[in-house]
T-cell receptor, first 112, second 111 residues
């Protein structure tokens, strides 16, 4: 059973470009969470999704950030018009139900 | 958001020593998770706790769900060099949709 798959592992963007991060949950998992981690810091919650629904987006910045988890395909975290402060590691986690989180290897975004 | 206080922030120990770290919250949680993260990698789930007072082991690791439901403890016995990493606690409230993470404990094991 493959784990949580995230891609790309590393992404470099210039200021003003768009970043798209993808997450395929573990097989059978219908709950997806996105977290952000700055160097030497803990994980900060961004958004919690189930298939086709955003359940909790209280950790998402109001502008430029969006997330989706369509009926088919991976969950996408989209950051428009990136700024240097968006540079971070973005982790996706999946869960069969609310109980345990299994993390992917992360996508490291660098904004030049 | 909820604040999880994790301590100590860092530890330097000799190989073979036991390690204890804890996580406290001002709110009641109904699930506690403990993770280990290596540099450049994602967090790996070590132990999950679902009931107040629960004591669960995974090899040399033992974790407890505090009776007050506001804290949790992780112990590592007979540490080895591969235990090096950052350990995070995470908690879920009974009304929340998100897991809150602690600030992490950085463990260094000196051979």
């Amino acid at each position: 059973n493959a784990g949580v798959m995230q891609n790309p592992r590393h992404l470099v963007r210039r200021r003003g470009q768009e970043a798209r991060l993808r997450c395929s949950p573990m097989k059978g998992h219908s709950h997806v969470y996105w977290y952000r981690q700055l160097p030497e810091e803990g994980l900060k919650f961004m958004v919690y999704l189930q298939k086709e629904n955003i359940i909790d987006e209280s950790g998402m910045p109001k502008e430029r950030f969006s997330a989706e988890f369509p009926k088919e395909g991976p969950s996408i975290l989209r950051i428009q018009q990136v700024v240097r402060g968006d540079s971070a590691a973005y982790f996706c986690a999946s869960s069969p139900q609310a109980g345990e989180l299994f993390f992917g290897e992360g996508s490291r975004l660098t904004v030049l | 958001g909820q604040q999880l206080n994790q301590s100590p922030q860092s530890m330097f120990i000799q190989e073979g020593e036991d390690v204890s770290m804890n996580c406290t919250s001002s709110s009641i949680f109904n699930t506690w998770l403990w993770y280990k993260q290596d540099p450049g990698e994602g967090p790996v789930l070590l132990i999950a706790l679902y009931k107040a007072g629960e004591l669960t082991s995974n090899g040399r690791l033992t974790a407890q769900f505090g009776i007050t439901r506001k804290d949790s403890f992780l112990n590592i016995s007979a540490s080895i060099p591969s235990d090096v990493g950052i350990y995070f606690c995470a908690g879920l409230t009974n009304t929340g949709n998100q897991f809150y993470f602690g600030t992490g404990t950085s463990l260094t094991v000196i051979p």
